[in-house]
């Protein structure tokens, strides 16, 4: 059974980086067959994907028009996890977010980490 | 504003079948999206895949649980409505000219 467990502070200081970290069980981030995605939800804008990462031979990353001057995500196939920085935030990033896998759809969430951008 | 758009609310009594709506604001259902995919969202937990490629179920998921795509739109039912189907529930779709997910703005079922 896939789970996926999700780490990281729940409090960024405006202009910082917000960086959380994704465990992945029962997958492996190299699968030739999954990718590995971010998603956030705020009351504001809803649901969003923010951008993910596979593998398919080579590493390949892809990311939202919205935040791709200021995204970063990574595989880490020595911990089997993969991670989400998003640099110089501002109080509208507060959200929920989310990783999660896709498979040709979404089929297994993290839990949830609550960010709040905040001085 | 979400890309795929639903009802903010749907209701319903134990027992009755309610059906949730999901369209393309840019009429892409029918058309660039050719799968749409549901999820049963209760507050402070995980998203929960119920419904794949518009019409299939993953292992585990009741068969009251189902989805349709005809045209245009698309859409949830839920038959023999209970209390534990009250959560919110939304469509996601991956959009080619995003190379990215889409999703649809949830709808809160509340069984009365």
């Known amino acids: 059974q896939v789970q996926l467990q999700q780490s990281g502070p729940g409090l960024v200081r405006p202009s910082q980086t917000l960086s959380l970290t994704c465990a992945i069980s029962g997958d492996s981030v190299s699968s030739n067959s999954a990718a590995w995605n971010w998603i956030r939800q705020s009351p504001s804008r809803g649901l969003e994907w923010l951008g993910r990462?596979?593998?398919?031979?080579?590493?390949?990353?892809g990311y939202a028009p919205s935040v791709k001057s200021r995204i970063n995500i990574n595989p880490d196939t020595s911990k089997n996890q993969f991670s989400l920085q998003l640099n110089s935030v501002t109080p509208e990033d507060t959200a929920v977010y989310y990783c999660?896998?896709?498979?040709?759809?979404?089929?297994?969430w993290g839990q949830g980490t609550m960010v709040t951008v905040s001085s | 504003q979400s890309v795929l758009t639903q009802p903010p609310s749907a209701s319903g009594t134990p027992g009755q079948r309610v059906s949730i709506s999901c369209s393309g604001s840019?009429?892409?259902?029918?058309?660039?999206?050719?799968?749409l995919h549901w999820y049963q969202h209760l507050p402070g937990t995980a998203p929960k895949l119920l419904i794949y490629r518009n019409n299939q179920r993953p292992s585990g998921v009741p068969d009251r649980f189902s989805g349709s795509k005809s045209g245009t739109s698309a859409s949830l039912a839920i038959s023999g409505l209970r209390s534990e189907d009250e959560a919110d529930y939304f469509c996601?779709?991956?959009?080619?000219?995003?190379?990215?997910?889409?999703f649809g703005g949830g709808t809160k079922l509340t069984v009365l």
């Open positions: 996601a779709a991956w959009d080619d000219s995003l190379s990215g997910w889409v």
């Open positions: 990462t596979y593998y398919r031979s080579k590493w390949y990353n």
């Open positions: 999660a896998r896709s498979v040709g759809h979404i089929d297994i």
């Open positions: 840019r009429s892409k259902i029918g058309s660039d999206y050719d799968y």
